[in-house]
C-alpha cells in the first residue's frame, strides 16, 4: 500500500516542450500589445506601470492551478508570435510545461534521497509536489538556489491535511540543511592557537565558535525509524538501530561543510543539546551550566576537532 500523498496539483502528463507534431517550433517568446492609454498617460511612468501590471497577470496565467483557464487570467493585448501552431493558448501551455520541468530540476538536486523515496511510492508525485510548490510560492529572482524551502513547508502542512509520511518531512528538512551548508562552505580557518584559551581565561569570557553553516537537525522518532528502515539513507546517516524495547526517542543529525561538501552525522541527545547552545551563542560557562549531566566535554572536543565542526575559541573581551 502507497503512503498517503500530499495535496498538490496534477503536474502536466509530459513535462518538457509541447511535442508539435508537425515538427514546428512550438516554444517561443510572447509579446503585449500596448497597453490602451490615454495621451497623458504616454509617459514613461505609465508605460512602466502598464508593463509591471501586464508582467504580472502573464506570471499569474502560468501559474493558475491545473483545473483554471490561462486565458482568464493572460494581460490584454498578449499574443503568440506568427507562426505558432495553436496560438496563444499552445504557448502558454509551453511556458507552463517549461516551468513544471525546470521546478522538478531544481528540487531533485536540492531533495535527491526524497525524490527518490516519493517517486518509488508514487511515481510523479515528487514531480507535481515540485509543481505545485513553483506555482503557490515560486523563485524570486535569478538565483535558483536560493528557493526551495517552499518544499519543507508543504509537506509539514500535508501531514496534518492529508496524512504525509513525517520521514518525509523530516527528510526535506535534512536535505536542505545540507543544501543551505553547501551554500555556505567557504574555506576553514581554524585557529588552533585559540584553543589554549580554555586553559587560562574564565569560561564566562569565552564562546566556543562552531565552523559557518553547521546546523543540527532533529528527527523526529518516527522519522528516526522509517528512515533507518531504508537500507541506504540508514547507511548514508548510520543511524543507530533502535534497541530492543527502548523507549522512542528524536534523533539529532548534525549537518556541516566538509570542503565544498555537506556531511551529516548522528549525534547523541547530551551532545545534540550542547550543540544547540552553541549555536545559540551563549559563553562557555552558559553551555556547561546547561549541558545534559551524561554530556562528556571532553570527548565531544575531540569529535569536534575530528570532523571539523570547531572553528576556534573566541575571548569576548577582546572585541569590546
Known sequence: MSAPQPDVDRAPREPGRVDDETGDAVMTTMTTMPMPMTTAAT?????????????????????????????????????ALPGVRGGLPRGLTAYRLNGCVLADRTLSAVYPRLREQMEAEQPGGFVALAWSCWR????????????????????AAAESTQGSPPSWTDLARLEWAMHVCERAAQARAFNAESLALMASVDPAQLQ??????????????????????????????????????AAPADQSVVVWPDGWRARARPVSLPVATWMHAMLQGVTLHQALERADPAFDFSGWLV??????????????????
Do not use: Y
Not at 208 to 227: D, H
Not at 304 to 319: I, K, M, P, S, T
Open 43 to 79: 509617459t514613461m511612468t505609465a508605460q512602466r506601470a502598464a508593463l509591471d501590471v501586464a508582467q504580472r497577470r502573464f506570471v499569474e496565467a502560468l501559474r493558475v492551478a491545473p483545473d483554471e483557464d490561462p486565458l482568464r487570467w493572460a494581460p490584454p493585448g498578449l499574443v
Open 208 to 245: 566556543l565558535r562552531l565552523v559557518p553553516g553547521l546546523q543540527c537537525v532533529v528527527l523526529r522518532e518516527a522519522s528516526a525509524r522509517a528512515l533507518s528502515e531504508v537500507r541506504e539513507l540508514s547507511e548514508w546517516l548510520d543511524l543507530p538501530p533502535a534497541a530492543a524495547g
Open 136 to 155: 503557490r510560492q515560486g523563485p524570486v529572482d535569478a538565483d535558483l538556489g536560493e528557493w526551495g524551502e517552499t518544499l519543507v513547508d508543504a509537506l
Open 303 to 320: 569529535e569536534a576537532l575530528q570532523f571539523g565542526w570547531l572553528n576556534g575559541v573566541r575571548r569576548l573581551e577582546a572585541d569590546r
